[in-house]
């Protein structure tokens, strides 16, 4: 299978996470929304944005292994996986190398 090369964001830049007005805008919107589909009248309850923001980051946590094994059967190597995640590539390996049917992979390429 060919894989696609990383898309760099701007030029020269590495395909790392970042922390930008965007990604807070997004975040927030998320958590607000959120809080109010979970408690209608939370406005200005700083323990419902709280709890909000935790499940999020819960649920990001869970769909990560799915997302690494989907970049892995498109091609890309750990070395790209790490990256992406702030992880070395041994480390990316390590912890997402066994989950969703991926234990017969030995490499960390």
């Known amino acids: 299978m060919t894989r696609q090369p ?3 964001t701007q030029p020269g830049e590495p395909p790392a ?6 990604s807070a805008s997004v975040v927030t919107e998320a958590a607000d929304a959120l809080a109010a589909l ?5 406005l200005g ?19 990560i292994p799915r997302a690494v094994s989907q970049a892995r059967d498109q091609g890309h190597t750990w070395s790209d996986i790490g990256r992406l995640l702030n992880l070395s590539p041994a480390a990316a390996a390590r912890r997402y190398r066994n989950l969703n049917g991926q234990a017969g992979e030995n490499n960390i390429a």
């Not at 996470?17 to 965007?22: G, Q, V």
């Not at 700083?46 to 709890?51: D, N, P, T, V, Y």
């Open 6 to 8: 990383l898309r760099l």
């Open 38 to 42: 979970r408690t209608p009248y939370w």
């Open 45 to 63: 309850d700083s323990a419902i944005s709280l709890h909000a923001l935790a499940s999020l980051i819960a649920q990001a946590q869970q769909m």
């Open 17 to 22: 996470p970042l922390l930008d007005e965007l």
